[in-house]
């Protein structure tokens, strides 16, 4: 049996951290949006052969290593499925490292791809499922426009983005999302002392509600860009390049390096394309899915 299934990027309007656990596990408070750019993962049922994985990205783990591996192993060991064999074909267009989720999608895309052919879980099994993984794999599951908290299982739906075209772009500067979170702590003093106000998610909240872009673009905030962009120089350029071209307004992505910036204005987003794209720089031209 085949299945072919998209598995979207997504972006994060909003992430803040709130406080940093005993446990040394950082509590954020994110707004998440899934994009229209996508890997696509093909499934193929075999009659041998145990999980292969093979990607059209070859510095992508193709083995046990690649998150994708990893999601048919829990699916079939959780839901104990009689299966001999699986090919999985993962075609990579989400830049990778970049804070797009790609291998969260990827996950995900697996778990979905082998409920249709198996049909064992229910929607929250899978999520459940999905949180072992990752915590952006539960958010990649269920996908559109999401409050995301904690470990990223705790889950509330919003109204959607107002469309808009969103340009995604990535110079290549990949960035370790532990040691983001370790610069992090050093720059906000490990989060011991009490919250400043950094940042209201209350703003994107009620833009989101209202449907107003204008709303949401200007409540848009991400505490990763402090640690990131002494690092990234080429991201915080991006960043400003976006800005003069027209977009309402840019950011970076999780714990980067990918930029997006948003545009209610398509034309300008096409023109903001051609000037930015190079040898160094990949843009992506999509829109919240
Ligand atoms: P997030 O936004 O969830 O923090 P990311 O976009 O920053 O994730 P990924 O592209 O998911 O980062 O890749 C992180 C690491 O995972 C890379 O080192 C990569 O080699 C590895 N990896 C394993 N499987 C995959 C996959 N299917 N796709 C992409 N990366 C994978």
Redesign the pocket.
């Known amino acids: 049996m085949n299945v072919k299934i998209s598995a979207p990027a997504k972006i994060n309007l909003y992430l803040d951290i709130l406080w940093k656990r005993k446990d040394g596990f950082h509590n954020i408070q994110s707004i998440m949006q899934t994009v229209s750019l996508s890997d696509t993962v093909s499934i193929r049922t075999e009659s041998e052969g145990g999980i292969r994985i093979t ?1 059209s990205n070859p ?3 193709q083995d046990e ?4 591996w990893k999601a048919a192993k829990e699916y079939i060991s959780a839901f104990d499925v009689d299966c001999k064999g699986l090919s999985i074909y ?1 075609e ?1 267009n ?1 830049p ?9 999608t ?1 996950a995900a895309a697996v778990l979905l791809g082998l409920n249709s052919i198996y049909e064992k879980a229910s929607v929250i099994e899978l999520i459940d499922c999905a949180a072992k993984l ?1 915590s ?1 794999v539960p958010f990649c599951l269920v996908k559109g426009t999401k409050i995301t908290q904690q470990k990223g299982e705790d889950m509330t739906s919003v109204p959607p983005m107002p469309d808009c075209t969103i340009l995604i772009c990535s110079s290549g500067e990949s ?1 370790s ?1 532990a040691w983001a979170y370790g610069e992090l702590d050093r720059i906000h003093n490990d989060f011991s002392d009490r919250r400043e106000m950094r940042s209201n998610i209350r703003g994107m909240i009620d833009g989101l509600k209202g449907g107003s872009l204008n709303e949401v673009t200007s409540n848009m905030y991400n505490i990763f860009e402090e640690a990131v962009f002494p690092l990234c120089p080429k991201a915080k350029e991006t960043k400003e390049k976006l800005l003069a071209l027209g977009a309402d307004n840019a950011m970076m992505s ?2 980067g390096s990918a930029v997006f910036g948003i545009f209610t204005d398509k034309e300008a987003a096409l023109k903001a394309r051609s000037a930015l794209e190079n040898s160094e720089r990949k843009v992506f031209l999509c829109r919240p899915q």
């Open positions: 990607c510095i992508i783990p290593r690649n998150i994708a993962i990579k989400i990778v490292c970049a804070g797009l989720a790609g291998g969260s990827d990752g952006d960035v999302t999780g714990s």
